[in-house]
């Protein structure tokens, strides 16, 4: 299999990456990752979102439910918030959103769908001012994010 | 909201949690719960399938992959075995699983994704052995599950 | 055993449900789950205070204590802060909280118990506000809740 | 209050630890640390079981439900086998038990319910054999001890 | 070996700690542990440092290594801000530090990794105003701390 | 910084992955995954062995001293006892193999530490069994790796 393969270079995929970022509303995240290194910047871009998720197999809305579903049950203090947005931007309701809070919170406990609440009120709080920023022509950068 | 609902009974969610289950293919399982302690079982048949599984507002092929993605993110020792099962059943296939492991394991570790691996190649094993009795008339009873 | 049982409703359990909490001192606790989601509200109150905690068979103060554990033991980042305040309002000392936090920490991590540490400051902070406006007439809604 | 504690000395915890242990029905174990390393098993007696599970401010029966809670929350492959055993020979019963799990699966997830109750089972399987063996005056040695 | 072993007192313990404390620059820390509990403080210091942390049979440098790969792994929401200071106390460079970031993120997932990124670029924040404090003769408590 | 890397290609990194796999003796691993996946398995050598532990920045030792302390920390049911092995053939003694579990133990719960007793104590007596092998000329598959 892997003879069979075309001969693909690594810069490709970090434009792959990007073009994947995109799709999902994330063209502008992980910028803290490039401040403090580069390398680790081009790795999240070009590993995880050009070679991961873009790969065929499984829908983007898929990957993205499964992605959420990780990290809803990991509880992690940071990392979730975003991944609230993408999910939005792909097509994936509020209404669905909840249930997978309430599915997984079984799964994983039931603080794990508290945390989940929590966060996800506030990355709606934060929405609301981003787009508010964007109307008036402003940036407004969430720490969240 | 509350008040308008229609007055159900706990009695019906125990047969609704078993349809829930015959859909998909596990209506066998958690026996050992049984063993130990009918409420318990009654509360995961009646509660977790009849009232969490069986809900409206996400479907149950949804359900299944962002449950099977919370197991695999957490790599507890057993539980998700049959999860990889009833997947198949509800006709996610083993590409889809794959592609599963590889989403879940970035975002919760390798090793999630090697555990991942060594479960269903085990679950699969078991299938066949479970397939052959059935064929033979036999029952196989799978210590995994 | 299931026939056995009395037709309990489910609209009962939700008031069951407020009861425990009321001898919890929580009542007033995930607004955020009913901002966002009455039937997820619902089920808090109704399934987790109603049915589970309200189950005899262990005591409102053990069930508190292992509650308080394996809170301790998972290091959320949210979801803990209110139980250190029901613990104290079931009597728990503030000795024997700390004694939980040595033994667990033991269990699951050094960091597990000074983070545990952190929370436990924190809410008694809170508390002394709380307890402050109430005396004043006003309301002190704590972030941390 | 360093100063007003008398000064112990370090050999007195592995007495005091051992102590402890038989309380608990569980001076046998560990072994396997000894076989590896004499000073991780010193440490493991002395320490945890010398200095923390011998700690007043907390009744011994306290600290066996906060641990056994903890260990069913973090569900790791092993480890939690033993405290079954303890906390049945410290006298909390088989109804408490399960309700332990009934709680802590709420807080951690139906998967660390039901990895409970394999281990539960498996263990309670292995005490048979290991009263049987005592009986007829053989050692039986449990390889999830 | 147990009898061959000196009979060392508790009190040299916090000593011991206290100057493998000083070595990594963590004197000042655990003080919120002292406000609740002297007891608690004394056996951090004393056990953690003293015991754990001095022990011979791998360096400082290694100990300091392993500690911040398990505190990057569990990705818990405090604790591990002051150990990427006391890293580069003991010499390990930002450079080697971002390495350990990456390696550890694919063994507990990439949100472990930008966790680690977030908390790291804090406490290089925190640490500037640290250091302009302590030029000024200010003391800067770090609430991260 | 991107476009002055020189344009590797994908295909190196497999070899590349191949040869560190080589010198942690770890060559005949994960063939688990390329049973069910080639792709997968292609990842896994190229991206984790020839991508991340390949890189500079950090010693193999380091690398290999912090993916051990992470994966003792996570106390998963598999894939840690490779880890052990490739440990040892890259000189790591079994006295700081020791040591990092006293080590991490004490920031992930005493659980870890005795699980890690555990999968050390069954790959030490697995090795015995393929070095025997090797000897009588015949390969012995271990189940554990």
Known sequence: M????????YN????????VLK??????????QKAISEEMYDMSVGH???????RPGLSLRDRQLVTLAANIAMARPSGNHSHYLSAMHLG????????????VGHYTGWPTLS???????????????????????????SKLL
């Not at 892997?2 to 270079?9: G, T």
């Not at 799709?23 to 803290?32: I, S, T």
């Open 48 to 54: 995880l979102f050009g070679d991961v998720w873009g």
């Open 23 to 32: 799709r999902m509303g994330r063209e502008k995240l992980m910028l803290n």
């Open 115 to 141: 945390n989940a609440v929590r966060q996800f009120t506030e990355i709606l709080e934060e929405k609301k001012k981003m787009d508010a920023a964007k109307k008036a022509g402003r940036v407004y950068h």
């Open 12 to 19: 490709n995929r970090f434009e792959r990456g990007m073009k």
């Open 2 to 9: 892997k003879k069979s393969k075309p001969r693909r270079e």
């Open 92 to 103: 994936i309701t509020k209404r669905e959103i909840i249930e997978i809070m309430i599915q």
